[in-house]
């Protein structure tokens, strides 16, 4: 019974270490492809990247592709958590549901605040709406035992909701002209998927098989390719042919079999060929193109906010209780942190401007400045806030 009571906790400090290595992985590549975005070896790097093989650029199949397998594991992630994870019960979601919700509305209404009489730029609303789980992770791993499990445990439920959120911004509002027939299609493998579920099924390859189709389907429907991750994601039975809860069910299986995958393959290729952007030309004034400048206050400014006014009213009417073991000063710097939004933040930008290449990459800009001031502040908070915790 107690190894049993222990597997979760190793579980889940298993995740914790993986998704911090991987952030550190994923902050060498960015920073290696804007180096060699800026280089002699520019054109190249671009080239690669606009090079089609088999319909598709490279680049569009890193970002469709690949990003649904992201995406897959991020459903994975999402529904354990939810059926027998850190938000399987109401009161567990109160906290970073709160604290999501305040890093969501307060971050896009800065950047509609700062885009206002633009209807172009106004929708990349969602850009900053988005945390970035590795990279913050790994900001924490780099301060140790300063920061207590309860507030890791709190940033990594925080960051899963808000993952959730954006595939549902990602589904209603930037979805292109819709295909009813490739729909119907992927509705109708959606049911079959669901039906295996209930039919008790556990072997997993008769749900990838699908799962391909299924990403086909839902890329000419309109509806953007890694939807189709997180649908097949639901439909993965998350008990065991022997009717265990977890342990040896396909949903475990899947997940820590993509894991690895994700952390050390996937996401450094994606951060390889997203964040390349050409600094030519760009000079300071650059800094406050609104799309830019919007990007960059909302995760920068909209984040700490956000999360950090959500959790203190939440906490002072009594609604939910701060992490324990944390004090103000450090649930704040975790607030800071809050505002990576690396990974999710450039793939919504790609997806609010799809034909504005100039667009772009003004978010990359203020993704790159709003995440790296995030990193840079929440660190040196965490590093010197106090240690003790005064009653709440």
């Not at 992630?77 to 850190?86: A, D």
């Not at 595939?167 to 292109?176: D, E, G, H, R």
Request: glycine share 10%.
């Amino acid at each position: 019974m107690k190894t049993l009571m222990n597997r979760p906790v190793s579980l889940f400090r298993s995740f914790l270490a993986l998704e911090a290595s991987g952030g550190i992985i994923l902050l060498f590549c960015a920073a290696a492809a804007l180096v060699i975005a800026n280089s002699a070896g520019s054109e190249a790097y671009f080239g690669l990247l606009s090079t089609y093989f088999v319909g598709l650029s490279v680049l569009h199949w890193v970002n469709d592709g690949l990003m649904a397998l992201f995406f897959l594991l991020v459903g994975l992630e999402i529904k354990r958590e939810l059926l027998h994870g850190q938000l399987r019960s109401w009161s567990d979601r109160a906290l970073p549901g709160i604290a999501a919700l305040g890093g969501i509305v307060v971050p896009a209404l800065i950047y509609v605040w700062v885009n206002l009489g633009n209807p172009t730029t106004v929708r990349g609303w969602a850009v900053p709406a988005a945390t970035d789980i590795a990279f913050a992770l790994g900001v924490l791993a780099l301060l140790g035992s300063r920061v207590p499990v309860s507030l890791k445990i709190f940033l990594t439920a925080l960051a899963i909701l808000d993952d959730l959120a954006a595939v549902l911004i990602i589904a209603v509002f930037y979805t292109a002209d819709l295909s009813p027939w490739m729909l119907a299609g992927a509705v109708l493998v959606l049911v079959v998927l669901v039906g295996l579920n209930r039919f008790g099924v556990t072997k997993l390859v008769p749900y990838l098989l699908l799962g391909a189709v299924l990403w086909v389907l839902v890329l000419k429907s309109g509806i953007h390719a890694t939807v189709a991750g997180v649908l097949l994601a639901m439909t993965i039975p998350s008990r065991s042919k022997a009717g265990g809860k977890l342990q040896g069910s396909p949903l475990y299986r899947l997940e820590h079999g993509l894991h690895p995958w994700i952390i050390y393959l996937v996401l450094p290729v994606f951060g390889y060929a997203n964040a390349g952007v050409s600094l030519a030309g760009v000079r300071w004034e650059s800094l406050l193109h609104p799309a830019t400048l919007g990007t960059t206050a909302g995760l920068f400014v909209g984040k700490q906010v956000g999360v950090f006014l959500a959790v203190w009213l939440g906490a002072l009417s009594g609604v939910v209780r701060r992490p324990a073991g944390a004090n103000w000063a450090q649930i704040y710097g975790v607030a800071l942190l809050c505002g990576i939004g690396f990974t999710m933040s450039l793939f919504i930008g790609l997806l609010a401007f799809p034909t504005a290449p100039d667009l772009q990459d003004a978010v990359k800009i203020g993704v790159l400045v709003g995440s790296g001031l995030s990193a840079l502040f929440g660190a040196l908070m965490l590093r010197f806030a106090p240690s003790r915790v005064r009653p709440a």
